[in-house]
């Protein structure tokens, strides 16, 4: 007791505690600083991690230092013991004493504990440095994104007041934005962002901000007998100034509407100074179809493509099939039929197998029609990624539609969920981040973002992601999901549970099954009634059996779980794949028989 006594008095008298507070102080701030930076620019997970280590590997050095400085202060001040012998000698003792002292001191003091500090941040600073010029700049298209002039097409006013010209109106928003897209020196907002400021009461500097684009494109469309009217105007969103405006009167025919198109597109680059390619004035130029009844059916299938319901699904499909019987060699509404077919299994319509030979036939098609068509480079990935398991083609295809259209949020979005599935998790933040910020106010980016954060072990940051998906889209039932696995992640079961009770309201399932699931995770002798509860058949999903398989999974019933996958096997559900990366699995990874089910799914080892 009296060592213990003595120890502390000693560490209060060297001032060990202000050493401790004023360095772990300094670390925390840094930390903070670090992880910011991290975030912003999109750096890897790992960095803030490294900063840790470095800087847990100077506390002891720090400690140290400041201990054996005291010592060295004591011997200094009191001197070493009087020797024996003649007062030369002691003189000589005494300097040579206060001389090692002097070297001790001078090595160890405040100032070189603050450089063992500056060197930890340095060296991270060197690490950060050279991941941004070799891995992060390997994507120049990427690395210039933000230096790029942003802008946004805010939805055109249906000028005529007729409701059936609400999908014309649609449609020439959706095909200047399409325009601008191919335009590499512009970084163009997503459709659904902009689409939410419909007469929206804001004004422009505030639109400007929340969508993150510097310039914005408003006007109308006229659409009276056999005249079109458009007029368009650009404006510095920052500096609320106009920049270029026009108005557009010709007669309603396929090759006036697609000059004016063109032309916007142009115009708009010029007055933002971005140059054109000659590959990109080419594509620009490009005539779709020559059928002015064909581009009016695909514009009616792109409505209602972007309305995400089975039925609005439906509808896309039979305006986009008749679109390519008037016109068989209109690559853009083969990519749209391709498109619409691969997310009906996702929506409770047909099956995979069902489905994959006409999205396949129609994939090819556009292809094969337009090699340089973006959407059908994303369809095609997405069917291998889901429908055909082959994830090498998929990030070929994903990696083809990026290129040749940098500013596409879908694909960003779908190549997100590919480096999710194979746990690259890095990649998967870095690509949904960018789905995020061309398409910010969408609810699928949000969402993939979240999911990605969540399979990576980070509920913390997946929580406030889902949260702004279901903002967006209140009540929709696999966000409300993956927010509640967040919660659980979290240890956080009072925050998962009224989010079970809103998803079993939403899906119309027992709510029973996720209160004993909760009850299981505190208490083992709850687990045999929550599995009984659990292997209820549809009771996630209609048509979609591996939901179950997760929770008793994370209940430690691999044998249950692993037949719940097996019949998903079997079916073709459609996120079965997601059992790579879902953190529910974890436990069974090892398991010889969950392994050869990621292998049957082509994942890699």
């Known amino acids: 007791m009296a060592r213990l006594k003595r120890l502390i008095v000693e560490i209060h008298r060297r001032s060990l505690w202000q050493v401790l507070l004023i360095y772990v102080g300094g670390a925390w701030v840094c930390y903070e600083i670090i992880d910011t930076i991290t975030d912003r620019l999109a750096l890897p997970e790992w960095l803030p991690v490294l900063a840790i280590i470095l800087f847990l590997i100077g506390l002891p050095i720090v400690v140290a230092t400041a201990l054996v400085r005291e010592d060295a202060a ?32 001078r090595f160890l ?14 060296l991270w600073g060197l690490v950060a440095a050279g ?19 942003s802008v946004a097409v805010l939805p055109l006013a249906n000028r005529s007041g007729l409701r059936e010209d609400e999908y014309f109106t649609d449609g020439i928003h959706d095909e200047i934005l ?31 901000e929340e969508l993150n684009a510097r310039y914005l494109l408003e006007g109308g469309v006229l659409r009276a007998g056999e005249t079109v009217r458009v007029n368009v105007q650009l404006i510095d969103a920052q500096r609320d100034e106009h920049l270029w405006a026009e108005t557009y009167d010709r007669q309603l025919s396929i090759e006036n509407l697609l000059a004016i198109q063109t032309e916007v597109a142009r115009r708009i680059a010029e007055a933002l100074e971005a140059t054109l390619t000659p590959d990109e004035e080419d594509r620009l130029a490009a005539m779709p179809t020559a059928s002015l009844e064909a581009y009016d059916y695909y514009l009616r299938g792109r409505h209602f493509w972007n309305q995400r319901s089975l039925a609005a699904f439906d ?22 039929l391709a498109e619409t077919y691969v997310l009906l299994p996702e929506y409770g319509g047909p099956s ?20 340089d068509l973006a959407e059908a480079y994303t369809a095609s990935a997405y069917i291998e990624d889901y429908f055909e398991w082959d994830r090498e083609g998929a990030e070929r295809d994903y990696l083809s539609a990026i290129e040749l259209n940098p500013d596409y949020a879908t694909a960003h979005q779908w190549y997100a969920e590919l480096l999710t599935l194979t746990r690259r998790w890095d990649e998967a933040l870095t690509e949904a981040r960018r789905a995020v910020e061309l398409d910010p106010l969408s609810f699928a980016p949000n969402l993939i973002l979240g999911i990605a954060f969540t399979c990576a072990g980070r509920p ?23 927010l509640a696995f967040a919660y659980v992640l979290k240890d956080d079961h009072a925050g998962a549970a009224p989010l079970f009770e809103r998803f079993a309201e939403v899906t119309g399932s027992d709510p029973e099954a996720y209160r004993t699931y909760l009850a299981a995770l505190s208490d083992p002798a709850e687990i045999s009634a929550a599995v009984r509860a659990l292997q209820a058949p549809d009771l996630f999903f209609p048509g979609l059996t591996a939901g179950g398989s997760a929770f008793l999974a994370h209940l430690g019933r691999f044998d249950e779980a692993l037949a719940a996958l097996e019949h998903a096997y079997e079916m073709r ?13 974890e436990g069974l990874r090892s398991d010889p028989r969950f392994q050869d089910l990621l292998r049957r799914m082509n994942f890699p080892n």
Do not use: C
């Open 178 to 208: 399409t325009q601008l897209s191919k335009i590499s020196g512009l970084s163009v907002r997503g459709r659904t962002s902009a689409m939410r400021y419909r007469e929206s009461p804001k004004n422009l500097r505030e639109i400007g």
């Open 573 to 585: 559900d459609p996120r079965l794949p997601w059992v790579s990366a879902h953190p529910f699995f």
């Open 460 to 482: 913390a940051d997946a929580i406030p992601a889902v949260e702004r998906a279901l903002e967006i889209v209140p009540d929709q039932e696999l966000a409300i999901k993956w």
């Open 74 to 105: 004591d011997v200094t001040s009191a001197g070493p013991a009087a020797p024996s012998g003649s007062e030369a000698e002691r003189v000589e003792a005494s300097a040579a004493a206060r001389h090692e002292a002097g070297r001790r001191t």
């Open 315 to 336: 509808s896309a499909v039979q305006y986009y099939s008749r679109a390519v019987l008037l016109d068989p060699d209109y690559a853009r509404a083969y990519a749209g």
């Open 109 to 122: 003091t405040w100032r070189n504990a603050g450089l063992i500090f500056v060197f930890a941040l340095a």
């Open 131 to 149: 991941w941004l010029v070799f891995a992060g700049g390997a994507d120049e298209t990427r690395a210039v994104a933000e230096e790029r002039p």
């Open 352 to 371: 995979i197998p069902e489905i994959l030979p006409v999205a396949r036939a129609a994939t090819e098609r556009a292809l094969l029609l337009d090699p």
